[in-house]
């Protein structure tokens, strides 16, 4: 079982940056971030694999870059550019597991 736990959201202004935290208990292959808003769906944002490849939703390229550190199995979100669509509750995902989530409010 792998138990993630992620960290750093809040409230910024649009034009705003926040960086996310996902940290893993173990050793991780792949993982992804997540964002659900309020009556959506969630959806994918971005994803990363141990080799370094990465991919972003259009909704987000150019503006969130998806970044890993191995010796501490943390992932980072650096949200860039933030718009008040980007406000959601953002999860992180390896395989079957996800974390518990962090509210990212866009907002002035």
């Known amino acids: 079982q792998v138990q993630l736990v992620e960290s750093g959201g809040g409230l910024v202004e649009p034009g705003g940056s926040l960086r996310l935290s996902c940290a893993a208990s173990?050793?991780?292959?792949?993982m992804g971030w997540y964002r659900q808003a309020p009556g959506k769906q969630r959806e994918w944002v971005a994803t990363?694999?141990?080799?370094?490849?990465?991919n972003y939703a259009d909704s987000v390229k150019g503006r969130f870059t998806i970044s890993r550190d191995n010796a501490k199995n943390t992932v980072y979100l650096q949200m860039n550019s933030l718009k008040p669509e980007d406000t959601a509750v953002y999860y992180c995902?390896?395989?079957?597991?996800w974390g518990q989530g962090t509210q990212v409010t866009v907002s002035s």
């Open positions: 173990s050793s991780i292959f792949i």
């Open positions: 995902k390896t395989e079957r597991y």
């Open positions: 990363i694999i141990s080799s370094g490849t990465r």
